[in-house]
């Protein structure tokens, strides 16, 4: 298997333009997970869904960033308008239903808003 | 408020040594504990899993311990390699709501 798929690796942007994150999770698995990772603040949950259905988006910082799950095999993560401030490691992690399943994460999409 | 405190911060160890890096934890109800190491420019990757029975667990050269009543983890690295240098994240899952929280993590750096 691949593991979990993450595009674009890299990217750059200007500060007010719109920013599309996507993610291929492990076939087969339930549940999927968005991630953002900083120096200043560790590994943020932003997003899960189970079953393509959003189950916690507490941690999703403000209106500006929006995550779908059209399919179980594709997700995406918008930031409308980017800013500075979100500059990050942005991870897609995906696991078996089970709770207490292992969480496998992709290799992170790194955006530098300029 | 639920915090998981890692400590060290960093830590830098010579290669075949061994080392422990800690974990506490204030989440209540728990319902696990997990290790991650990340390499530089990588996800991080689960090393352990552990519920409220389990003391310790292995994997290879890791050993993870859990304290459930104090509330404490540690994970123990014995004959350090140079692939050993990593972070390595402490996320312990509530039992509430299922939440995460992350640990800040220990950077380890293996030097031959």
């Known amino acids: 298997d691949a593991g979990v798929i993450q595009s674009p690796r890299h990217e750059v942007t200007e500060m007010g333009q719109e920013v599309t994150l996507r993610c291929k999770p492990i076939?087969?698995?339930?549940?999927l997970f968005w991630y953002r990772q900083t120096m200043m603040r560790g590994l943020e949950l932003l997003i899960y869904?189970?079953?393509?259905?959003?189950?916690?988006d507490s941690g999703m910082p403000e209106d500006r960033f929006s995550a779908k799950m059209p399919n179980a095999s594709f997700s995406t993560l918008k930031i409308q308008p980017s800013e500075p401030r979100d500059s990050a490691v942005y991870f897609c992690?995906?696991?078996?239903?089970?709770?207490?399943?292992?969480?496998?994460f992709g290799p992170g999409t790194r955006l530098l808003v300029l | 408020k639920n915090q998981v405190e890692q400590s060290p911060q960093s830590l830098i160890i010579l290669e075949g040594k061994n080392c422990t890096l800690q974990?506490?934890?204030?989440?209540?109800?728990?319902?696990?504990l997990r290790w991650y190491k990340q390499d530089t420019g990588r996800g991080p990757v689960s090393l352990t899993i552990?519920?409220?029975?389990?003391n310790t667990k292995s994997n290879g050269r890791y050993t993870a311990t859990l304290d459930a009543d104090t509330k404490q983890s540690s994970l123990h690295i014995t004959a350090s390699q140079l692939s050993d240098s990593a972070s390595y994240i402490c996320?312990?899952?509530?039992?509430?709501?299922?939440?995460?929280?992350f640990g800040g993590g220990t950077r380890v750096l293996v030097k031959p």
């Open positions: 869904f189970n079953n393509n259905v959003p189950i916690d």
């Open positions: 076939s087969g698995h339930n549940s």
């Open positions: 974990c506490n934890y204030t989440v209540s109800p728990f319902s696990n």
């Open positions: 996320v312990v899952q509530g039992a509430a709501g299922n939440k995460l929280t």
């Open positions: 552990m519920t409220f029975s389990e």
């Open positions: 992690a995906s696991r078996l239903t089970s709770e207490q399943e292992t969480q496998y």
